[in-house]
């Protein structure tokens, strides 16, 4: 697995995990749901390069 799959992942983990904190706790949501959101489209993002950057290896 190449290191661009790899930090994706990581990041929507965190993501889960920072949604699971702001869900089951009553921490600061102001900080956590922002955060989470964040992380989640910066992930989703990485991931959707990712698979534009393949599809255009593939073509050639």
């Given amino acids: ?3 661009d799959h790899i930090i994706a ?3 929507c983990l965190a993501a ?3 949604v699971t904190i ?3 706790t009553d921490w600061n949501d102001n900080l956590f ?3 989470a959101l964040g ?4 992930g989703n993002l990485l991931n ?3 698979l534009r950057k393949q599809g255009k290896e593939n073509q050639k």
């Fill in 48 to 50: 959707v390069l990712i």
């Fill in 1 to 3: 697995m190449k290191i």
């Fill in 22 to 24: 702001c869900i089951f």
């Fill in 16 to 18: 889960l995990i920072s």
């Fill in 33 to 35: 749901l922002p955060l």
């Fill in 9 to 11: 992942m990581i990041l």
């Fill in 39 to 42: 992380l989640s489209v910066a």
